[in-house]
């Protein structure tokens, strides 16, 4: 049997018992930590590149005087 098919039925057989239920409400939870984690990132690298951009000018200036 190739792998692909061995897959193919241990998830079939994984969503068809109560663990397979189990297992995809953790991949439901595990999918929700990522989007949040990504959205908050996404927010914060904003701030970080506003912040160093600050630092790069003020040091600009300082160099300049």
Request: positive net charge; hydrophobic residues 45%.
């Given at each position: 049997m190739t792998l692909?098919?061995?897959i193919?039925?241990?998830v079939s057989n994984s969503l068809?018992?109560?663990r397979g239920q189990?297992?995809?409400e953790y991949a439901l939870i595990l999918l929700l930590?990522?989007?949040v984690v990504i959205v908050i990132l996404?927010?914060?690298g904003k701030t970080v590149n506003n912040t160093y951009s600050e630092i790069s000018s003020?040091?600009?200036d300082a160099g300049a005087r």
């Open positions: 692909i098919k061995r193919r039925r241990h068809h018992s109560s189990t297992l995809v930590i990522a989007i996404a927010s914060l003020s040091v600009t």
